[in-house]
C-alpha cells in the first residue's frame, strides 16, 4: 500500500487515513479552557475506518485520564468528493474489500457493503451536521459522532442523507430542528475552519490526536496506536497525572457507553477476547444485552427493559 494515496484506502499497518499534506507542524498550543492539565487536538472524520479502529483505546481514555485531559474534536474533510481519486479506486465499490480487510485487522466491526448498496459522495456533509451538533452540546455532539459512525460501518447506511443525520440528533438528545439550521448556517463556517486549523498544524490524515500542556512541545499520536502510546503522551506532559480505576463491570460499562463493541469491551473490562465474547454472550442469552449482529462482528446495548 506504499503508493496508495487515495484517503479512503487507509494504510492497515500503520493505522492512517491520510490526505496529500506536508509534515505535521510542532507550534506550542495554549492554555486548555477547562483547566485540566493536558488538551488533545483530536482531528477526524465520520468515515475513517482508522478513526473507528482507535475507538477502544479513546474509550478507555476518557475512563482513566479523564479528570486530567479535555479532548478536542476537529473534522479533518476525508473524502470531499470522487473527483480527485488515485491509489487504485476510482469509484466507491473499489473500497468495499478495504473496509471489509481493515475490520479485521482491527477486530472492530466495519461491513464494507455500504459502499457497494448506499455509497457516499462526500464525508462533509457529515462532518458538517457534527460541528452543527458542537453548536448545541459538545457532550451530545460526541453521541451523535458515535452514533452516525455506527451506522455507516455496521448499518450500512449514507450518512449524507438527512434522514440519517436526523434520526441520529434525536437519538443523542439534540434538536434536529436546531441541527438542520445550524447545519445549513454557522456550521459550514466552522467545518471550514477546522480544515484550515488541520493545514496550519500539518494534519495529514486521522486520526491525529495532539496532545499538549500550553508550555512543552506537543507531543502527536499518529495513526491507529496500543493504548499504551496514549497514556504515556499524557504521563509525559503530566507526570503526575491521577489513573482512575475503571470500574469493569458490565453494568458500569454500559452506563458508560450506550453501545459497546466485543473489542471495545476487551480493553475497559481487561477481560480477554475470547472471554468478553463468552460474556457478551451469556448477557443476551439471558435477554441483558442486545445483540447486533453484522457481516464482520457485533455491536452489543444494554437492553430497555420498558419496551
Request: proline share 6%; glycine share 6%.
Amino acid at each position: 500500500m506504499k503508493d496508495n494515496k487515495n484517503p479512503l484506502l487507509c494504510d492497515i499497518e500503520t493505522g492512517i487515513c491520510e490526505i496529500p499534506a506536508g509534515k505535521l507542524t510542532e507550534t506550542k498550543q495554549g492554555i486548555n479552557p477547562d483547566n485540566k492539565p493536558v488538551k488533545i487536538i483530536y482531528f477526524t472524520d465520520p468515515i475513517c475506518s482508522s478513526c473507528w479502529g482507535v475507538e477502544p483505546q479513546l474509550r478507555k481514555l476518557k475512563l482513566e485520564y479523564g479528570n486530567e485531559v479535555t479532548i478536542e474534536y476537529h473534522m479533518g474533510g476525508l473524502l470531499p468528493d470522487w473527483s480527485y481519486n488515485s491509489g487504485g479506486i476510482s469509484k466507491p465499490s473499489d473500497v468495499a474489500h478495504h473496509w471489509d480487510e481493515v475490520s479485521k485487522y482491527y477486530d472492530m466491526p466495519i461491513d464494507g457493503d455500504v459502499w457497494l448498496e448506499n455509497p457516499l459522495n462526500s464525508s462533509y456533509p457529515p462532518s458538517i451536521a457534527f460541528k452543527a451538533a458542537q453548536i448545541q452540546n459538545e457532550k451530545k455532539a460526541i453521541v451523535f459522532l458515535r452514533i452516525i459512525r455506527e451506522m455507516v460501518f455496521l448499518e450500512k447506511k449514507n450518512i449524507e442523507k438527512w434522514e440519517h443525520l436526523e434520526t441520529a440528533a434525536k437519538k443523542a438528545g439534540l434538536d434536529p430542528i436546531q441541527l438542520k439550521a445550524d447545519f445549513e448556517g454557522k456550521a459550514k463556517e466552522l467545518f471550514y475552519a477546522d480544515l484550515e486549523m488541520g493545514k496550519k498544524l500539518g494534519v495529514r490524515g486521522f486520526p491525529t490526536f495532539i496532545f499538549s500542556n500550553g508550555t512543552s512541545d506537543p507531543i502527536t499520536v499518529y495513526g491507529f496506536k496500543p493504548y499504551s502510546a496514549f497514556e504515556d503522551s499524557v504521563k509525559k506532559l503530566y507526570p503526575t497525572a491521577a489513573k482512575t480505576k475503571i470500574d469493569s463491570s458490565w453494568i458500569s460499562l454500559f452506563h458508560n457507553y450506550s453501545t459497546l463493541t466485543t473489542r471495545e469491551f476487551s480493553e475497559l473490562s481487561g477481560k480477554s477476547r475470547p472471554e468478553s465474547e463468552k460474556h457478551l454472550q451469556s448477557l443476551a442469552d439471558n435477554n441483558e444485552l442486545h445483540k447486533l449482529v453484522t457481516k464482520n462482528g457485533v455491536l452489543w446495548s444494554k437492553k430497555d427493559i420498558t419496551k
